[in-house]
C-alpha cells in the first residue's frame, strides 16, 4: 500500500536532515515507475500492463533512488551537521569513531527523534481519516505546532473550507484514503521536510556558536 511508502518517507524526511527538495515526495508518489518499485508489485499505470514490471528492474530502481537521491541528501545534510552531534551520542565509548548504528536518535539529536515520533503519529491519523471536522481541524493544529509551522495553516484552512477536500478527510473508502495518501505527500511530507531541516540547521548553528572563544581584555 501507499502508506507503506509515506511512512518510509517520513523516516526519510529525518534521516537526510530534510536535505531533499520538497517537492520530491509528490513527485515520487505520482510517479507509477518509482511507487512500483518501492512496492514492489505493477502499481499505477503499471498496473494495466503488468508484463512491463520485473522485480529485478524494481530492485535496480529502488538501489538507484538510494545513490542517486538518498546517499547525496545524506551527505549534504551531514556534511556540517556532522561535527555538532558529538555531545548527544549515547554511546559510552568516548574514541571519535562511534557506531552509527547504536544510537538512539537520529544523527544523535534528541530532538530529532522527537520530531520523527511526532510525525509518524499525526500521519498514521491521517491516513486513517478523521471522525468528524473537530477531529480534523484539531489534527491540523497539532500539524502546523509539530512541524515548526513548516506545515502552513493556509494549507489546513484551504482544505477545510474547501468542501470536497474535508469530505475526503473524513471518508472511510478506498478512494478517499488515496486521496489523502497524494495530500500528505505534497503537503505534509514537504512541510516534515522542511522542519527536520530547520532542527537541523538549529543544531548546527546552536554548535557552532558555542565553540567560538571570548577573549576579555585584560587591565
Known amino acids: 500500500m501507499r502508506s507503506d511508502v509515506l511512512r518510509w518517507m517520513s523516516e526519510v524526511t529525518i534521516h537526510t536532515l530534510g536535505a531533499l527538495d520538497d517537492e520530491w515526495f509528490a513527485e515520487i508518489v505520482s510517479s507509477s515507475g518509482a511507487m512500483s518499485a518501492l512496492l514492489d508489485e505493477p502499481w499505477g499505470t503499471i498496473r494495466e500492463a503488468p508484463e512491463t514490471f ?125 486521496f489523502r495518501e497524494s495530500w500528505a505527500a505534497e503537503f505534509v511530507l514537504s512541510g516534515f521536510n522542511a522542519s527536520a531541516r530547520q532542527v537541523a540547521n538549529r543544531a548546527t548553528e546552536v554548535a557552532q556558536n558555542a565553540t567560538k572563544e571570548t577573549h576579555v581584555p585584560s587591565g
Do not use: C
Not at 117 to 143: H, I, N, P, Y
Open 54 to 178: 520485473s522485480t529485478s528492474t524494481a530492485a535496480e530502481v529502488r538501489r538507484s533512488i538510494a545513490v542517486m537521491d538518498l546517499l547525496p541528501a545524506i551527505r549534504r545534510s551531514h556534511r556540517e551537521f556532522r561535527w555538532s552531534a558529538k555531545d548527544y551520542l549515547d554511546d559510552d565509548d568516548d574514541g571519535p569513531m562511534p557506531n552509527v548504528r547504536t544510537q538512539a536518535h537520529p544523527a544523535m539529536r534528541p530532538e530529532l527523534g522527537t520530531l520523527e515520533a511526532r510525525m509518524s503519529s499525526l500521519l498514521d491519523e491521517l491516513l486513517a481519516g478523521f471522525v468528524d471536522e473537530d477531529a480534523f481541524v484539531e489534527w491540523g493544529q497539532e500539524v502546523v505546532q509539530a512541524s515548526y509551522a513548516e506545515v502552513d495553516s493556509d494549507v489546513i484552512e484551504a482544505a477545510y473550507f474547501e468542501l470536497p477536500v474535508r469530505r475526503m478527510m473524513l471518508d472511510g473508502g478506498e478512494r478517499a484514503r488515496f
